[in-house]
């Protein structure tokens, strides 16, 4: 299967200044990129849907869709491998992390392993509050939101800038309805859109 190119936000600073020209490609079984980074060889963009929207507007970005576990590697706009995102572990459980949290309020909480490890020479900012549940019909979850007992996790995602060759680890939680099938994880810039996407078993 083709690699899937979209933009992504790096740093907060970058979304301004380079208006989201950052892009994220795949190394996971679903995209056909190798681990270890994607090819600085630029792709062909897909074609976008007309759209009534302004010219200048920024287009949307194509999602790229992977299993749990598998690594998204994220590009500048000439192609050059910044940081490796992996999303995987992801456990859906009615109990509360321990005693001392509140239950779900939607039913479920459900927590992922979120692994980003710097691959180029810049300094990649690393926030929970990029990653978001997306239901099939577009409802999206997000992090902190529903019951505090979410927060009661241990080794929860910070906020962090990621130094060259730095590499953190953390835990995200969200507050999910278990009735809702074919949950996904997903990865978004500050502007809300959905830049990559991880199915949850």
Known sequence: MSS?????????AALFLTG?????????????????????APSTPSRAPESSASPDATPAPEVAVFEMGETGTVTDEMGNPLA?????DAVQTPDPPDTF?????AGTFLSVTVTVATIGEDVFTV????????????????????????????????????????????????D??????GKQVVYSDLAGRVLGAWIVP
Do not use: H
């Open 176 to 181: 999910v309805d278990p009735a809702v099938s």
């Open 127 to 174: 926030a929970p509050l990029d990653f978001l549940v997306r239901y099939p019909d577009e409802t999206m979850i997000q992090y902190g939101e529903g019951s505090t007992g979410a927060f009661g996790y241990d080794n929860l995602l910070n906020l962090t800038d990621l130094e060259p060759g730095e590499t953190t680890t953390g835990v995200v939680v969200f």
């Open 84 to 88: 490796d995102i992996t999303v995987a």
């Open 20 to 40: 989201c020209n950052t892009t994220v490609r795949g190394s996971g079984a679903l995209s056909g990129v190798p681990s270890g980074g994607p090819s600085p």
């Open 4 to 12: 899937r190119v979209l933009a992504v936000a790096v740093v907060v």
């Open 101 to 105: 949290s509140d239950p779900p309020a």
